[in-house]
């Protein structure tokens, strides 16, 4: 089915952040994105052009609602605790391995208030867990391993319980570091805890960007 320029024109603005940014803040000449669209699209009649404008206009009201939101998230973020731990290792296990040892390692490791959190996909098991400990479940489990990401760090948010009441905090911090360039190789969210493992030489630049 032929979409509508109203719809290609909103698909298009979602498809590009930093545009989708600018109209909601707005920092934007509509008539020069209205142009843009249209050469892009290839629908560059005067009247495509002139609903590409009136398209944009429309939308942009809808994303000061999303404006304001975005305000109760900073508001939420800067009443957060970062908790950073460096010299974080992500091991991907085959299903193959033994997990009675797993829990039981993970005993021991919470009883020195270390850190591993184990993750159950469908095919494998992934464990975020601290280089040293890493190195002693290997021992144990080498022959199972898939896949091993070193030099990582984690950046923990713990958040207030209003994080259950507000749309879209993962969403915003997850774009902030793909706006930064940072990318995440892992991520998990345990009630008030967001969690991302990013690699450790991005930590100061994802201190800058995280700084609410």
Request: net charge positive.
């Amino acid at each position: 089915m032929n979409k509508s320029t109203t719809e290609l024109t909103i698909d298009y603005i979602k498809e590009h952040p930093h545009i989708k940014n600018c109209l909601k803040k707005g920092l934007i000449n509509y008539s020069s994105l209205a142009r843009l669209i249209s050469k892009e699209l290839k629908i560059e009649k005067t009247s495509s052009k002139e609903a590409i404008l009136i398209a944009a206009r429309r939308f942009q009201e809808k994303l000061k609602k999303e404006l304001v939101n975005e305000q109760k998230i900073r508001t939420l973020l800067s009443k957060s605790e970062i908790d950073i731990k460096n010299k974080i290792n992500v091991l991907i296990l085959s299903k193959h391995i033994d997990l009675d040892y797993i829990i039981e390692f993970q005993k021991n490791v919470n009883k020195e208030n270390g850190t591993l959190y184990v993750l159950e996909g469908t095919d494998n098991y992934t464990l975020i867990v601290q280089e040293k400990h890493a190195e002693k479940l290997l021992k144990k489990l080498r022959n199972t391993l898939i896949k091993a990401h070193r030099e990582l760090a984690i950046i923990d948010f713990k958040s207030p319980e209003e994080i259950e009441e507000i749309t879209g905090v993962i969403s915003y911090l997850s774009s902030l570091f793909a706006e930064n360039g940072v990318n995440i190789v892992e991520f998990l969210s345990c009630w008030r805890d967001t969690v991302f493992v990013i690699e450790r030489k991005d930590v100061n630049k994802a201190i800058g960007f995280l700084n609410f």
